[in-house]
């Protein structure tokens, strides 16, 4: 599985480059803007062709799962902990709706000891992150985790190969895709190297 992660900040033509990365092959996007209000969410998603809204999970406003038909919604780290007992029970409400749902972590031990049903976890750093300076990567292996775990942190093509011998069942990619001149080259790269990582 490749996630790709939106930038944190806003980018030029940035819908245009989202439909090109769904075009050549994207089947799942996290859109995450920290800095949108609920309408900057609406004014991009707007802008996103409506056949790639079942391929998006959102972080912020989970309304919009509804309002646009989205993929599901991922719960941040934060949110997660605040929904304290009311968490298993938030997330069954989602999944019989039809909606996935997804998390991060930060520790194998918080996603050993969490009871949710998530579609998938994302766990980081496992190498020292692209898009954050000075946010060294932990090398968590996760062979002993039964959740679906995506590792990211300092994911792009070279270091798929060490991903995956870690025990991760696929990968989130932030900076490896928007930190370079070209978000939908380097996103092919990645995607052709993570097709012969899966072929071996």
């Given at each position: 599985?490749?996630?790709?992660?939106?930038?944190?900040?806003?980018?030029?033509?940035?819908?245009?480059?989202?439909?090109?990365?769904?075009?050549?092959?994207?089947?799942?996007?996290?859109?995450?803007?920290?800095?949108?209000?609920?309408?900057?969410?609406?004014?991009?998603?707007?802008?996103?062709?409506?056949?790639?809204?079942?391929?998006?999970?959102?972080?912020?406003?989970?309304?919009?799962?509804?309002?646009?038909?989205?993929?599901?919604?991922?719960?941040?780290?934060?949110?997660?902990?605040?929904?304290?007992?009311?968490?298993?029970?938030?997330?069954?409400?989602?999944?019989?709706?039809?909606?996935?749902?997804?998390?991060?972590?930060?520790?194998?031990?918080?996603?050993?000891?969490?009871?949710?049903?998530?579609?998938?976890?994302?766990l980081s750093p496992v190498f020292g992150?692209?898009?954050?300076?000075?946010?060294?990567?932990?090398?968590?292996?996760?062979?002993?985790?039964?959740?679906?775990?995506?590792?990211?942190?300092?994911?792009?093509?070279?270091?798929?190969?060490?991903?995956y011998d870690l025990g991760y069942k696929?990968?989130?990619?932030?900076?490896?895709?928007?930190?370079?001149?070209?978000?939908?080259?380097?996103?092919?790269?990645?995607?052709?190297?993570?097709?012969?990582?899966?072929?071996?």
């Open positions: 599985m490749l996630i790709i992660l939106t930038s944190e900040r806003p980018l030029v033509q940035e819908a245009q480059q989202i439909n090109a990365l769904f075009h050549a092959g994207l089947q799942v996007l996290h859109l995450r803007k920290p800095t949108f209000s609920i309408d900057g969410y609406r004014a991009l998603l707007d802008q996103i062709e409506r056949q790639y809204h079942d391929r998006i999970m959102i972080h912020q406003y989970p309304e919009l799962t509804m309002e646009y038909q989205l993929r599901g919604i991922h719960l941040q780290e934060q949110a997660r902990l605040d929904l304290e007992d009311a968490l298993e029970a938030t997330v069954q409400v989602y999944k019989n709706k039809g909606f996935a749902v997804s998390s991060s972590f930060h520790s194998k031990e918080a996603i050993q000891d969490c009871n949710a049903a998530f579609e998938y976890v994302l992150s692209i898009s954050k300076k000075g946010y060294e990567g932990k090398g968590f292996a996760v062979h002993d985790i039964k959740a679906t775990v995506i590792g990211m942190g300092g994911i792009n093509a070279a270091t798929l190969q060490a991903t696929g990968v989130g990619v932030l900076g490896g895709v928007w930190n370079t001149p070209n978000a939908l080259e380097s996103f092919k790269v990645i995607q052709a190297a993570l097709d012969t990582v899966l072929q071996k």
